[in-house]
């Protein structure tokens, strides 16, 4: 029911969209796990989301959405974290009103599932919804309606993507999913990525078509390289993606 909702609101885009003012954007910074946390509002009738909070950074978001007097809707999740428990259980405590959004392939509880095509409103202003699967199932990218800037989570990262080797993650899958649904998108178009560990904090699509050096190859060199990573089990996976599946609410101790 609320896909559908959300779907509806997605057929209305084009005549929502194009207002000419400038969206309200705060990018946020988690240093354990190197999450970025995206607060975007309308400046005129205050209402808001926070894309990928941190359970650690909640009271963090909550105050500075308090601080810019917005309203709330949703914290949405670009997919189920396995280095961070979400903080989009405790900011629905936090900011009355406020509803949990992710994937329905996600498989996660949440207030709100969504699924590729839907859109999610916020004022005059709207994020599409495009599956980009490959790092977990349930992995999608969220583009603003003027397709000025897409919020990529793991799926494509600055000079980089998110590994595939758990979380029943495909190279091959991920490989087209940024090539069909991020890299079609403007030259000019921000790219917003959920984690960066090198100090970058945003790239555009023309940047990571021509200088990413994983995904510049050809599908099956991708494959190869995604494959021989070899890299160090997620420290907090274990507690994280139980935690996230009930949307990063933790069961209390009996």
Known sequence: MAGAALRVAGRQLSQRSGSGVPILLRQMFEPKSCTYTYLLGDRESREAILIDPVLETAPRDAQLVKELGLRLLYAVNTHCHADHI???GVLRSLLPGCQ??????SGAQADLHIEDGDSIHFGRFALETRASPGHTPGCVTFVLNDHSM????DALLIRGCGRTDFQQGCAKTLYHSVHEKIFTLPGDCLIYPAHDYHGLTVSTVEEERTLNPRLTLSCEEFVKVMDNLN????QQIDFAVPANMRCGIQTPPS
Request: no cysteine.
């Open 86 to 88: 979400t903080g989009s």
């Open 100 to 105: 949990s959004v992710i994937s329905r392939l």
């Open 150 to 153: 897409a919020f990529t989570g």
């Open 231 to 234: 890299l160090p089990k997620p």
